[in-house]
C-alpha cells in the first residue's frame, strides 16, 4: 500500500498532512509504493487529519497551533488507578454531571482513545462494570495523551489539555534512576508536564507489600520534588473509600509535604461514599476543577500610553 513519506502524515488513514483533498496531486505522495503496493482508491472525500484515538508526539503539531496545549502529568506505580481515573473524568463529562466552574466540555481529538479508557466502567446489559485494562509497559519513549478542550467562560478563550496516560513501571524505574532507559516516558512527562499529579494507592498501602510500596511511593515523592521546577503539584490518593493505617498515612504524606510543602491534597475514588453521590463518586470534580483553574506564568504587558489608534505608535513615538 502507499505510504507517504512525510513522518507526520499517516494518509491513507487519515487526511493529508498538506491538506489535498485528492491524494494524486500531492507531490509527497505520488509514485511512493511499497513493493507489495496495492491500489488505493483515491477520492475528494474529507479525512479528519487524526484518528480519535490517543496522540501521539507527532499529532501534537495540529493540537498545538491554537495555543500551547497543558499537559497534565499523572505519576504513580502500576495499579494505581491512573487510567481509571481519566475514565472517571470522562464518563462524567459525557452524562453532564461534572460541576465545572464557569468552564464547558468543547471538544476532544480522541474521542476513541477515550473510550478505550472507559469502555470497561460502563455497565452493560448482563455485564457489570469493571475497571480499565492495565496500561502496558511498552517501549516507548513518550505516553499516550488523550485530549480535552473547554471554554473558559470567564475569560472568552478555549484552553487544551492533553492527559498522560502512562505504565506505572516507567516511572518506577524513573524513580530509581532519572537516566534509566525504562523510564524515557517518564522523563518525557517531567519535562512537559504543566501540572504533576502524584498518585498514592491506598489499595497497595494496605495490603501485605504496604511496605514496599510506601517506600516505592516516598522514591517516586522524591524524584517528583528533583524535577519539578516550580510547578503544581498534588498528592492524589486513589481508592479513597479503602482504609490504611495512620502511620502508613503520615509517612507519605510526610514524604510529599517535607519536599514540597505546597503541594495540594486529593482523595477519590468511583465508589460512593453515601446516598445520592453515585453519580460523582468521590472528589473527582474537586480535582478536576482545580487542574483546570490553574494557569501558566505571565507577563502583563504596560498598558499603551499613546492616544493613537496606529498600532505602529500604541506605545510611544521616537522622540528626536
Same mark, same amino acid.
Not at 484515538?53 to 500551547?68: K, M, T, Y
Given at each position: 500500500?502507499?505510504?507517504?513519506?512525510?513522518?507526520?502524515?499517516?494518509?491513507?488513514?487519515?487526511?493529508?498532512?498538506?491538506?489535498?483533498?485528492?491524494?494524486?496531486?500531492?507531490?509527497?505522495?505520488?509514485?511512493?509504493?511499497?513493493?507489495?503496493?496495492?491500489?488505493?482508491?483515491?477520492?475528494?472525500?474529507?479525512?479528519?487529519?487524526?484518528?480519535?484515538?490517543?496522540?501521539?508526539?507527532?499529532?501534537?503539531?495540529?493540537?498545538?497551533?491554537?495555543?500551547?496545549?497543558?499537559?497534565?502529568?499523572?505519576?504513580?506505580?502500576?495499579?494505581?488507578?491512573?487510567?481509571?481515573? =481519566?475514565?472517571?473524568?470522562?464518563?462524567?463529562?459525557? @452524562? +453532564? %454531571?461534572?460541576? /465545572?466552574?464557569? $468552564?464547558?466540555? &468543547?471538544?476532544?481529538?480522541?474521542?476513541?482513545?477515550?473510550?478505550?479508557?472507559?469502555?470497561?466502567?460502563?455497565?452493560?446489559?448482563?455485564?457489570?462494570?469493571?475497571?480499565?485494562?492495565?496500561?502496558?509497559?511498552?517501549?516507548?519513549?513518550?505516553?499516550?495523551?488523550?485530549?480535552?478542550?473547554?471554554?473558559?467562560?470567564?475569560?472568552?478563550?478555549?484552553?487544551?489539555?492533553?492527559?498522560?496516560?502512562?505504565?506505572?513501571?516507567?516511572?518506577?524505574?524513573?524513580?530509581?534512576?532519572?537516566?534509566?532507559?525504562?523510564?524515557?516516558?517518564?522523563?518525557?512527562?517531567?519535562?512537559?508536564?504543566?501540572?504533576?499529579?502524584?498518585?498514592?494507592?491506598?489499595?497497595? =498501602?494496605?495490603?501485605?507489600?504496604?511496605?514496599?510500596? @510506601? +517506600? %516505592?511511593?516516598? /522514591?517516586?515523592? $522524591?524524584?517528583? &520534588?528533583?524535577?519539578?521546577?516550580?510547578?503544581?503539584?498534588?498528592?492524589?490518593?486513589?481508592?479513597?473509600?479503602?482504609?490504611?493505617?495512620?502511620?502508613?498515612?503520615?509517612?507519605?504524606?510526610?514524604?510529599?509535604?517535607?519536599?514540597?510543602?505546597?503541594?495540594?491534597?486529593?482523595?477519590?475514588?468511583?465508589?460512593?461514599?453515601?446516598?445520592?453521590?453515585?453519580?460523582?463518586?468521590?472528589?473527582?470534580?474537586?480535582?478536576?476543577?482545580?487542574?483546570?483553574?490553574?494557569?501558566?506564568?505571565?507577563?502583563?504587558?504596560?498598558?499603551?500610553?499613546?492616544?493613537?489608534?496606529?498600532?505602529?505608535?500604541?506605545?510611544?513615538?521616537?522622540?528626536?
Amino acid at each position: 500500500m502507499q505510504k507517504c513519506k512525510r513522518q507526520a502524515c499517516f494518509a491513507p488513514d487519515t487526511g493529508c498532512d498538506l491538506g489535498y483533498l485528492n491524494l494524486s496531486k500531492c507531490s509527497e505522495w505520488t509514485g511512493r509504493t511499497t513493493p507489495d503496493s496495492i491500489d488505493v482508491e483515491l477520492t475528494d472525500e474529507v479525512l479528519l487529519p487524526w484518528s480519535g484515538s490517543a496522540l501521539g508526539l507527532a499529532d501534537l503539531g495540529f493540537v498545538a497551533g491554537r495555543a500551547r496545549p497543558m499537559v497534565v502529568g499523572i505519576a504513580g506505580p502500576q495499579n494505581a488507578g491512573k487510567t481509571t481515573l =481519566l475514565g472517571a473524568w470522562y464518563l462524567l463529562l459525557g @452524562r +453532564g %454531571a461534572v460541576g /465545572l466552574e464557569d $468552564r464547558q466540555f &468543547a471538544g476532544s481529538f480522541s474521542l476513541t482513545g477515550w473510550e478505550a479508557v472507559a469502555g470497561s466502567l460502563r455497565w452493560n446489559p448482563g455485564q457489570p462494570p469493571s475497571f480499565p485494562p492495565h496500561t502496558t509497559s511498552r517501549s516507548g519513549r513518550a505516553p499516550g495523551l488523550l485530549h480535552l478542550s473547554f471554554w473558559d467562560a470567564r475569560l472568552a478563550r478555549v484552553t487544551d489539555y492533553l492527559m498522560t496516560d502512562a505504565p506505572g513501571e516507567w516511572f518506577q524505574r524513573w524513580s530509581v534512576n532519572r537516566d534509566s532507559a525504562e523510564g524515557a516516558g517518564a522523563r518525557w512527562v517531567s519535562a512537559h508536564a504543566d501540572v504533576l499529579l502524584l498518585v498514592a494507592d491506598r489499595e497497595a =498501602l494496605s495490603g501485605e507489600n504496604m511496605g514496599s510500596a @510506601r +517506600g %516505592a511511593l516516598q /522514591l517516586l515523592a $522524591r524524584r517528583v &520534588a528533583a524535577e519539578r521546577r516550580g510547578r503544581p503539584v498534588a498528592l492524589v490518593w486513589t481508592k479513597s473509600d479503602i482504609e490504611i493505617t495512620n502511620q502508613i498515612e503520615q509517612s507519605v504524606r510526610e514524604a510529599v509535604r517535607g519536599t514540597m510543602p505546597d503541594a495540594e491534597e486529593f482523595s477519590v475514588s468511583v465508589v460512593s461514599s453515601g446516598p445520592g453521590k453515585h453519580e460523582v463518586g468521590v472528589g473527582l470534580v474537586e480535582l478536576l476543577n482545580w487542574i483546570l483553574a490553574i494557569r501558566r506564568p505571565h507577563v502583563e504587558l504596560p498598558s499603551p500610553s499613546a492616544t493613537s489608534n496606529d498600532p505602529l505608535f500604541m506605545f510611544g513615538a521616537r522622540t528626536s
